[in-house]
């Protein structure tokens, strides 16, 4: 289903309540991001993960998280980014933050996996 509503511009597959807002599990497709997880009057609510196309950026980003009602982040997110592309410096780099309403409160170190398997963290 096409959608252009709450923030979402997009394809919608997933379930509806009964006022026809998304609910339950779902999945919407975007211009450059695909999200997977649950929904709760038409926001993002519970376990979730998006699929993200950085624009000029030579990786996709994955984050996986929960979300409180209101389509508001809560807890721990691991950001993935992965490259695209053969001649990426990195093989993989992770990120994880635990949010607080919507906000970043604490951020942990970022793991960095080189091209011939060594890896750094900071």
């Known amino acids: 289903m096409k959608v252009q509503k709450d923030g979402f511009d997009g394809h919608y597959i997933g379930q509806f309540d009964i006022k026809g807002m998304f609910s339950g599990r779902g999945v919407i497709l975007q211009k450059r991001s695909l999200y997977e997880g649950y929904f709760k009057h038409g926001k993002k609510f519970g376990p979730g993960r998006e699929v993200k196309l950085?624009?000029?950026?030579?990786?996709?980003?994955?984050?996986?998280?929960?979300y409180d009602d209101g389509g508001v982040a809560n807890g721990l997110f691991t950001e993935t980014h992965i490259p695209t592309t053969a001649d990426a410096l990195a093989k993989k780099v992770v990120r994880t933050?635990?949010?607080?309403?919507?906000?970043?409160?604490e951020e942990k170190d970022v793991v960095i996996t080189h091209q011939n398997g060594g890896t750094e963290t900071g």
């Open 97 to 105: 933050y635990r949010y607080a309403n919507g906000v970043v409160k």
């Open 54 to 66: 950085s624009f000029g950026s030579p990786y996709l980003k994955v984050i996986e998280g929960v």
